[in-house]
Each structure stands twice: as structure tokens, then as C-alpha cells.
């Protein structure tokens, strides 16, 4: 159990609250609120799903500003960020492998919802996307890969 705690810390904590609950029906140890310790234990390997997603939308909704903003002034600080979410997931997904399968779902599911952050914030600044972002789809490649949009204006 220690080796799978050390490679992939969501599946450990999925086996282990499942152990738990499990030890806690044939009364293992009684005086243990068992129910309660299996769903902590469990919480954590959710919480690292939850992180990678939100980390997964951070870096889609930088793309996009980078790809679409017209603003030059923040380009850099958009392009740090992707690159520091980036590192993070990487170390995250060293961490929980088995998360990995579950990144192109993430990018899927948070497509939809930062086009609309994107576009909100966008309005808010008074700005027209250089091009539309309904048009805009990233893969697994685009979001933990080393690509950025290309911000180079266009001939005139």
C-alpha cells in the first residue's frame, strides 16, 4: 500500500476509503467513526480532481485571452501564468497518474463554460475578440503541451 500512496495518491485514497468503510461494516476498531474517515480520506483524492480541473480552465482561459484579446499589456503576465499552471499540473499528475485519463474530459467540459468567462471579461473591459471564441477548441496537447498562441500582429 505504501508504493501506490507514493505513485498515485487519488487511487490510494479511493482504495483506502473504500478499506475503511469496508472495515467499518464488520465493526473493525468500533469506538472509529469510520463512515467519516473513509469520506476524509476519499475527499482528498476529490480535492485533486478539483484542483487539476481548475488548474485546466486557468490555463484555457489564459489561451483564449492570449489568442483573442486584443490588450497587449497583460500578454506576458498571461503567458506566466500558463506556464506556472502548467508545471503545476505536471506535478500534480506525477503525483496521481491515474488522473491523466480523466484531463481530456476536464478540457471538454471546461471549454464551454471559460468561453463565457472569457467573453464576460472581455465586454467588461470594452474589447472585441480578435476572433470568436466558440471557434476556439484546445486538445490535451494544446493545454499541458508547450504551445502558446502566436500574438504576432497581422501584416498591414
Do not use: C
Amino acid at each position: 500500500m505504501g508504493s501506490l500512496y507514493d505513485t498515485d495518491f487519488a487511487v490510494w485514497s479511493a482504495e483506502q476509503a473504500s478499506a475503511i468503510r469496508d472495515a467499518g461494516r464488520r465493526r473493525v476498531n468500533a469506538p472509529i467513526d469510520w463512515d467519516n474517515v473513509a469520506e476524509e480520506i476519499e475527499s482528498l483524492g476529490i480535492s485533486q480532481r478539483l484542483t487539476l480541473r481548475s488548474r485546466i480552465g486557468t490555463i484555457i482561459e489564459h489561451l483564449l485571452k492570449l489568442q483573442v484579446s486584443p490588450a497587449n499589456e497583460p500578454e506576458r503576465l498571461w503567458r506566466e501564468t500558463v506556464l506556472r499552471t502548467r508545471r503545476d499540473i505536471e506535478v500534480l499528475l506525477r503525483n496521481s497518474p491515474s488522473l491523466r485519463r480523466e484531463v481530456a474530459d476536464m478540457i471538454e467540459d471546461e471549454m464551454a463554460s471559460t468561453r463565457t468567462l472569457v467573453r464576460t471579461i472581455m465586454a467588461d473591459y470594452g474589447e472585441t475578440p480578435r476572433q470568436p471564441v466558440e471557434t476556439i477548441i484546445y486538445d490535451e496537447a494544446a493545454i499541458l503541451g508547450d504551445w502558446l498562441p502566436d500574438r504576432t500582429p497581422p501584416p498591414a
